[in-house]
């Protein structure tokens, strides 16, 4: 098993800034990918960004490219989600995820392992 612990969510003025962390711990040789979700009340899960472990190749909705960035530190099994210009829109729980497959992609499904969420509040 995999545990993923979510951290640095919090209330935020519109145009500010946010970095999400993800330690991830247990077993995780056999994770090769992360990703980054969000849920906003009375809406499904979303898909925000993945990177991979080993090639840093990284993938993000349209929603918020240009504007958030994710990256890793493979020494500590964390991944970050730096947030900048955020928007009200944005106002959601991000959801931290991890994949035994290369290219998980925007699928829920295609993550093995969750962590429990952080809320992320963008006031206007």
């Known amino acids: 098993q995999v545990q993923l612990v979510e951290s640095g969510g919090g209330l935020v003025q519109a145009g500010g800034s946010l970095r999400l962390s993800c330690a991830a711990s247990?077993?995780?040789?056999?994770?090769?990918?992360m990703g980054w979700f969000r849920q906003a009340p009375g809406k499904e899960r979303e898909f925000v960004s993945t990177?991979?472990?080993?090639?840093?190749?990284?993938d993000y909705a349209d929603s918020v490219k240009g504007r958030f960035a994710i990256s890793r530190d493979n020494a500590k099994n964390t991944v970050f989600l730096q947030m900048s210009s955020l928007k009200p829109e944005d106002t959601a729980v991000y959801y931290c995820a991890a994949a035994r497959r290369y290219y998980p992609g925007v699928i829920t499904t295609s993550y093995d392992y969750w962590g429990q969420g952080t809320q992320v509040t963008v006031s206007s």
């Open positions: 990177i991979t472990w080993s090639r840093a190749y990284t």
């Open positions: 247990g077993r995780t040789f056999s994770v090769v990918a």
